[in-house]
Every structure is written in C-alpha cells, then in structure tokens.
C-alpha cells in the first residue's frame, strides 16, 4: 500500500460502510446528530500505567517524588470522561516487534531484564545511574549491571522500578492501539501514554521516558503502508529522541518546539540547525524558544511549523502531547495559558490529516487534564 488508492489518501476519510469519501463533504455533512458524532476523540488507556511508580528523582541534588507521576494520567483520564471527549478503550497487546523496529534489542533486552539484575547485584534503591560514558570513554556495554545502566541512560534523574517494563510495554501497545485506529477505523485518535515516550533514543532512557511511543508509532504508519509521517512534537522539552531515530531519514519530518536547550533539558541537543542529516537534510525542524514565550511567540513556532507540514504532504500527522509549556508547570518556562490549548488544537484541525496524539509530559498535575483535553477538544470542535 501507500502509492494511489491507498487508505492513506490524506483527502479521504473512510465511512461507517468503508468507501472513501472527501474531507470537506464529511465536515460539512448536512445531518447535525451525524455531525455531533464526528466531535468526539477515541482514547486509549491502560490503569497498569501505574505499575511505574518511581520514589525517587535525582533533582536539585537530592532525592524527591517525581514529577512524572501516576497522578497525571488518571487526571487526564477524569477530564476526557467529564466533557464526554469520547470512548475509552483498553490496549491490545502488539509485543516487541514493532518495538525493535526503532530500538536496539539488546537496549529492550536491557529494559526487560534490568530489576533482577539490579537487585541481584545488592542495590538496595532504585535503579539510578552514577556513572556514564561520557567524553573521552570507551562506548561498550559492560557486564556488570551498575555499568550497563550507565551506558543505557542519557540522564540520571529517571529511577528504573520493579514495575517499569511492564508500564513501559504497556504504554507502548496504548500507542500502537490507536495507531491501529487511526489507520483503519477513525481518523484520528489519542494514546494516553505513560510513561512518556519522547526524550527516548534508539538505545538510551531518560528523561522519563523508555521506548519512544511517537517513533514505534510512526514507523508503524510507515510499515502498513504511509508514504510520509510528519511528527510534531509540542512538548515543552526537545524530543531529542525522536529526532535521533529519524535524522537521517526523509520518510518522517519531524518538529520540535520547546525551551532553548541553553537554558532547559536536554541541554545537549535541540538548536535551530539541527536540520537533519544525510537523505534527511531538510527534515528535521527545531524551535528553540526563550524563557518566559507565551502563546504569541510559541503560536508562530507553530504556524511555521504547521507550513512545513503542509509542504511536506504527509499521509498522517503524529503529535508528541506534552502540556508542559503550561504557565504553572513546575520544571519549565513557557506562559501558555489552558485556553491556549484549546486554541493550537483547533490549529492543528486545520491541517486537515488523519492525527495520532501521543501524550508526553506536563507536571503541573491538577491541571494536566484540563490542559490536554483542551488541546483536544479544540481539535475536534474545529
Ligand atoms: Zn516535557
């Protein structure tokens, strides 16, 4: 599939009886209760998220509750019920495969095996690491687990639980089920991830995240046929690990808008001419934006964005969904009120593509869901 005729035309929609028929006639459908129908977003969601309950964050030299908490996804949750955003569903269960299409399998091996490890080793915490393979090291895999979790993590802030592999594989098919959807039943969808997926290389964890969701997702799309994915990553922080997955690729776009890596996390990766490399020179499009951007800074990021997308013509867009560039949002720095979010949904509706949203961060917990589901409302009432 992919070339003409494909369920990938981006001006089709496939109907309840599976003919395809154009964009703008399904919008503009006469039958109002037809229309209300067409308001809604399905969700995927899984309550083992919660089987990854770090303690511990290395933050500020000390020991502390992690921001990226189970909290965060059952306030999203609560709010998708409350405005009747849509059907919930649970996950089906996809297995590694597409999993080990983006990431090294001795890095998921990693993953899968390192508790025991940890534990047999005599660590008595949680899985955190203290030494890396920095500048002027030798890049190899050690025996020993203290080193090898070293050189799988891209930042120390991030513990390794008992229970994290299995919320990771589990967040990992939340992605996969509505990039299912979004390929063959609905046109868009939203995969209420956690753990988050994006800071996440091709071998390396960090900053909360362990299997980049977003990229699985994306070679998926490829995979059942897509010609072209764009991933528009809007999360406060760079999504330095999709765009490692897909820098030298022109089969995905992908954009980044997030705080000045001078001044934010990654720090290391995220500036402006970083534009991709090889047959993906041209393909990768970083935003880095000062402290203190509100919506009419951040907003023209995303106009600009949103062209390059219209250029590019893919068959489907996929969202990294962070709400951390909330104003209250407690480890960044951008003013984007909770009507902001409602406002760059609608903008994204404007691109007119079969959309993947992926959640990623946002620390401000009460109003996570508020925040998210704005984005998506205004989605889908534009
Ligand atoms: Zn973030």
Redesign the pocket.
């Known amino acids: 599939m992919g070339a003409d005729g494909s369920r990938w035309c981006r001006r089709l929609l496939p109907d309840r009886a599976g003919n395809d028929r154009p964009v703008e006639a399904a919008r503009s459908r006469g039958n109002h209760a037809r229309f209300q129908e067409e308001l809604t977003l399905l969700t995927v969601f899984s309550p083992e998220h919660k089987l990854h309950d770090a303690k511990t964050e290395l933050s500020g030299g000390e020991l502390v509750a992690p921001y990226e908490c189970p909290a965060r996804a059952e306030y999203v949750l609560k709010q998708i019920r409350q405005v009747g955003l849509g059907d919930v569903v649970t996950p089906e269960v996809f297995g590694l495969d597409p999993i080990l299409r983006v990431h090294d399998p001795r890095y998921v091996e990693f993953l899968r095996d390192f508790w025991p490890q940890w534990r047999a080793a005599g660590n008595r915490g949680e899985g955190l690491p203290s030494v890396m393979p920095t500048r002027g090291m030798r890049q190899r895999v050690p025996q020993n687990i203290n080193g090898k979790i070293g050189y799988y993590a891209m930042a120390a802030e991030t513990a390794i639980t008992a229970g994290t592999w299995s919320a990771v594989q589990t967040s990992a098919n939340v992605a996969l089920t509505a990039q299912a959807m979004v390929g063959t039943e609905k046109t868009s969808a939203f995969a209420l991830c956690r753990p ?1 997926g994006h800071h996440a290389t091709g071998d390396q964890y960090g ?1 909360y995240c362990f299997i980049n969701n977003v990229a699985v997702c994306a070679q998926a799309f490829l995979d059942q046929g897509a010609e072209r994915v764009a991933v528009l990553d809007v ?3 760079h999504g330095n690990g999709t765009q490692s997955i897909f820098y030298e690729r022109s089969d995905v776009m992908f954009q980044s808008i997030h705080g000045d890596p001078q001044y934010a996390f990654p720090y290391f990766l995220g500036f402006a001419d970083e534009m991709g490399a090889g047959a993906g020179e041209g393909f990768n499009h970083n935003y880095p934006l000062a402290p203190g951007a509100a919506f009419d800074v951040w907003g023209a990021a995303l106009l600009e964005a949103c062209q390059k997308i219209e250029a590019y013509g893919p068959d489907v867009l996929a969202v990294s969904l ?1 709400v ?1 560039t909330f104003e209250g949002d407690p480890i ?1 720095f951008f003013r984007l009120t909770s009507d902001d979010f409602k406002r760059y949904g609608a903008i994204l509706a404007g691109l007119k593509l079969p959309t993947l949203f992926v959640m ?3 620390y401000a917990v009460r109003e996570i869901g508020v925040n998210t589901v704005n984005v998506l409302t205004g989605f889908v009432s534009s």
């Open positions: 988050p900053g999360d406060f922080h962070g951390d960044s990623e961060g946002g």
